[in-house]
């Protein structure tokens, strides 16, 4: 047991190991798309046991941003009223369209 006390591995280990539980309310909170990820980030960084747990609480209980809406090719063509094979490029003057199938 002493020779792992004697251990710089073991210390850099042991230390960057506490390290990662002691952000882990902000990581959660950050993967699950918390919107106050700004309050628990604080409230983490905190030095207290009290601040960890309660950023803990907070990143699982808060709920998070709703999901991007994925916008199916369909959708867009509506909206734009193109068709979804062209592609519209800037021109010298105005817009030019470029269909991308060749022109007949």
Do not use: K
């Not at 809406?69 to 470029?98: K, M």
């Amino acid at each position: 047991m002493n020779v792992l006390a004697h251990s710089y591995v073991f210390w850099i280990a042991l230390i960057m190991g506490l390290l990662a539980l002691y952000i882990l309310p902000s990581v959660i909170a950050a993967v699950r798309g918390v919107q106050g990820l700004g309050w628990i980030i604080f409230i983490n960084l905190l030095p207290t046991g009290v601040g960890w747990l309660a950023a803990l609480i907070a990143a699982v209980g808060l709920p998070g941003r709703p999901p991007a809406r994925v916008a199916t090719q369909a959708a867009d063509t509506r909206r734009s009223g193109h068709r979804p094979c062209e592609q519209t490029l800037p021109g010298p003057v105005g817009s030019f369209v470029a269909d991308r199938r060749g022109s007949s």
